[in-house]
């Protein structure tokens, strides 16, 4: 499945909904209204499955503030997807979506070797502002960086979301560490905000 999107957003909402289990009938409801949903393009689902839902849970006062409140997706390994067209539409949707919001209710770390439509992409006026990004290479061991990376990123969710009793040790040293793992040298790493 490595040339389709059609797994990537249903697998996010998902796990929004294990995350925010008071999303969950607002997704099951959109499946049971639009059962071919999954076969749709990859904006109307994720529009759908993910960005209204969380709309119409935070009008109803049931999602707290994304201010205070954060939710990070990984995507890793998009340069898995062989097709250069299916990688710039994934990017560029996401990216899309969270210009929608004052304050997006997600944040997305998408993991990739840092092949050429990626970069483009990513450098693109369409994502101008929209993210940060932490290029590695083979020379030199990136575990530390790539750690650093994120622990800063972390931490300035947190001192940004003061409103917010985050745990005391958020995100744990084995979650950072299982990120950490996953990467590998030539890869890159950029943080959709």
Known sequence: MRNTFKPLIPTIACQIAIVLPEIR???ELVIERDPIIFDKSLATQL???TIQPLKDLSASGKLSNPETTPRLVVIDGLDECNDPKIQTMIVREIAHALRRFTVPPLKFLIASRPEQCIIHTFN????NGLWR???LDDTYKPDDDIRLFLTESFEEIKTSRTSFRFPVIWPS???IDTLVANHQA???MHLLL
Do not use: E, M, R
Request: proline content about 5%; aromatic content about 0%.
């Open 25 to 27: 009938p607002l997704v």
């Open 186 to 188: 030539n890869s890159s």
């Open 133 to 135: 990004s932490l290029v």
């Open 173 to 175: 040293q084995s979650d």
């Open 124 to 127: 693109s006026a369409a994502l």
């Open 47 to 49: 529009q759908s499955l």
